[in-house]
Each structure stands twice: as structure tokens, then as C-alpha cells.
């Protein structure tokens, strides 16, 4: 019976620690942008946009990463510059803003999008495939 109680104790502790690691995603794969929101744009519809002009796409990665290729006539605003750089987007706070960083697996895209709302911006989505899912489908990069 001791025995028992001893296997069930560790049967609990092991399964409340992988809760605990799965909660703070430790344990999955996973985005971390949540998915199917109508705050996110992705294929066929974020190429239509960019080829059209209705939006203004703002890269979240380092300067030197955005110099190395971008979706053309992107502005760059580093998640980590944000104050510095926000000068790069149009004072019209109801153009549509379409965040990207460098993968699906980045959460900068996301992040950018939510510190822009709270900026004021009103009409902001993010693209979560970014850099990596625009070149994939042979879409052009911009250097500089």
C-alpha cells in the first residue's frame, strides 16, 4: 500500500511539472501568435495587398537583417526600437499597418501589432509567415 501511495505521489508531481512547463510553452512547438485571428493576414490575400499598395508593411527585425532583404517599401521598427523608430510609420492612424518579423516561430510580428494598437493605430494586422514564408512563394525582396 506505502508503495502505491509513493508511485501515485510521483505520478502527480511529474504531471503537474509538464503542465507547468506546457503552460509556459516550454514543452510545445508552437507559435506564439495565436492562429485564424482577424487581426492576422496571410496567403493569397497579404501578396494582393502589397501589390495593390493599401498597406504599409513594417518589419519588427534588426536593422541589419531588414538591410539583407525585405518585402519592398517596408519600413523597419525593430520590436526592441520601437520609441526610437516609430517616426518611420504615417501619422494617419487608420492606414493599414501589416506587421511581419522573420518566420512563424517569431512573435515579434504579433507583439509590434499589439504595442501599435496601444500606439493608437487602429487598422494594425500582423503576417505571421514573414520574411522566410514571403520568400518561400518567390515573392521579390528589397536590399539595401
Known sequence: MKELLIVCIWIGFGTGTLWVADGFG??????HAPSATP???DFPEV??????????????RSAANFRRGHI???????????????SALP???EVLLITY??????PNAYQLMNVLLRYGYRNVKFFPRGI????????????E
Open 91 to 93: 501619422t494617419d492612424k
Open 101 to 106: 518579423c522573420g518566420s512563424i516561430e517569431c
Open 26 to 31: 516550454l514543452l510545445s512547438s508552437t507559435s
Open 132 to 143: 522566410r514564408g514571403w520568400q518561400a512563394l518567390g515573392y521579390p525582396l528589397e536590399t
Open 39 to 41: 487581426l492576422q493576414v
Open 72 to 86: 519592398p517599401d517596408a519600413v523597419n521598427v525593430p520590436i526592441n526600437r520601437v520609441k526610437q523608430t516609430l
Open 47 to 60: 501578396h494582393q495587398i502589397w501589390k495593390h499598395g493599401k498597406a504599409v508593411f513594417v518589419d519588427t
